[in-house]
């Protein structure tokens, strides 16, 4: 049986512990760097890129420009008085982080071994044993690395642990197949039912995600899928209505619905970046009972 590589690299830009909302139990959330959707709602747009970023916080930076100064890449510039980073020359070297007098700099995004991940991710291993927990890769997407998922999966399971992903299905049918089966739970997002609204909105097409998901319900895996709620997007009765019925004939039976939140706002202007949705408020549960009740009427076990 092939044993996992510990010394295979991949990029992460958060490990998160204790969580208790992504997956069975209490767990440890590997967060992965690089997405093929650009969903305009984003809670984590500094996940997008599958490169180290650079975030710079305006109410921090005293006005010295020495980042400008320093960057070997050319990468930073003033633009009205805001520095700008420009992804594409960036190098990751970090440089302008380590030298900012007002540490108005920060890096999103380190290499890391899968040996690396596991010494963070064991530490609550009694945590995962009392709990039913464990490991619970998610991104950005996951799979925009399936190299490094496949090892760090394969690891965990030598180490015991119950593994579980977060993921939109964006992939390749043989990489998504060949990623899954180390994993025990399934969290699959759903960002809509209609192939040119779902392209709007995330900037591909719905096809591989529903292809995706039917397979790995077929292949008898743990699947729950999830339903962002988003206004003026997917939030309308009728769509839960279409979206009950794409669940029912991918051969779900359940989902569980994820108001619309304004967490990662901030983090647009961190990174000079446009927001479709600011100023747009939050939804709470009391906003989709009828939505929900819609989705329960149409056959599906909908619950947040």
């Known amino acids: 049986m092939k044993k996992a590589d510990y010394k295979k690299?991949?990029?992460?830009?958060?490990?998160?512990?204790?969580?208790?909302?992504?997956?069975?139990?209490?767990?440890?959330?590997?967060?992965?760097?690089?997405?093929?959707?650009?969903?305009?709602?984003?809670?984590?747009?500094?996940?997008q890129l599958s490169e180290i970023q650079i975030l710079w916080d305006q109410k921090k930076c005293i006005g010295c420009h020495h980042c400008i100064d320093v960057c070997p890449s050319k990468a930073i510039s003033l633009i009205q008085d805001h520095i700008r980073v420009h992804a594409e020359k960036c190098i990751g070297c970090r440089q302008c982080v380590l030298e900012c007098p007002g540490k108005a700099l920060k890096s999103e995004g380190e290499t890391k071994t899968v040996q690396e991940v596991l010494n963070v991710v064991l530490q609550d291993k009694d945590f995962y044993e009392e709990s039913g927990g464990g490991i619970t890769l998610s991104g950005g997407e996951f799979l925009s690395q399936p190299e490094f998922a496949a090892?760090?999966?394969?690891?965990?399971?030598?180490?015991?642990?119950?593994?579980?992903?977060?993921?939109?299905?964006?992939?390749?049918?043989?990489?998504f197949n060949g990623v899954i089966k180390h994993l025990d739970y399934i969290l699959f997002d759903m960002k809509h039912?209609?192939?040119?609204?779902?392209?709007?909105?995330?900037?591909?097409?719905?096809?591989?995600?529903?292809?995706?998901?039917?397979?790995?319900?077929?292949?008898?895996?743990e699947v729950l899928p999830r339903i962002p709620v988003i206004p003026g997007f997917n939030d309308?009765?009728?769509?839960?209505?279409?979206?009950?019925?794409?669940?029912?004939?991918?051969?779900?039976?359940?989902?569980?619905?994820?108001?619309?939140?304004?967490?990662?706002?901030?983090?647009?202007?961190?990174?000079g970046q446009a927001y479709d949705y600011h100023d747009i408020p939050s939804m709470h549960r009391e906003d989709l009972q009828d939505y929900l009740q819609t989705m329960i009427d149409c056959g599906i076990l909908a619950f947040f």
């Open 9 to 47: 690299t991949g990029v992460v830009f958060n490990i998160q512990k204790f969580s208790v909302n992504d997956g069975p139990g209490i767990r440890t959330v590997v967060f992965f760097k690089g997405c093929p959707m650009h969903c305009r709602w984003c809670s984590n747009p500094e996940s």
């Open 151 to 175: 090892e760090l999966l394969l690891a965990s399971k030598e180490n015991g642990l119950h593994t579980c992903c977060e993921t939109t299905g964006f992939a390749d049918p043989e990489i």
């Open 193 to 221: 039912w209609n192939t040119a609204k779902h392209k709007e909105g995330t900037g591909v097409s719905n096809d591989l995600p529903l292809f995706n998901m039917k397979h790995a319900i077929q292949a008898g895996k």
């Open 236 to 271: 309308s009765f009728e769509d839960a209505a279409r979206l009950a019925d794409t669940l029912l004939k991918a051969g779900a039976d359940k989902c569980q619905l994820l108001p619309f939140h304004q967490f990662g706002e901030n983090k647009y202007d961190l990174l």
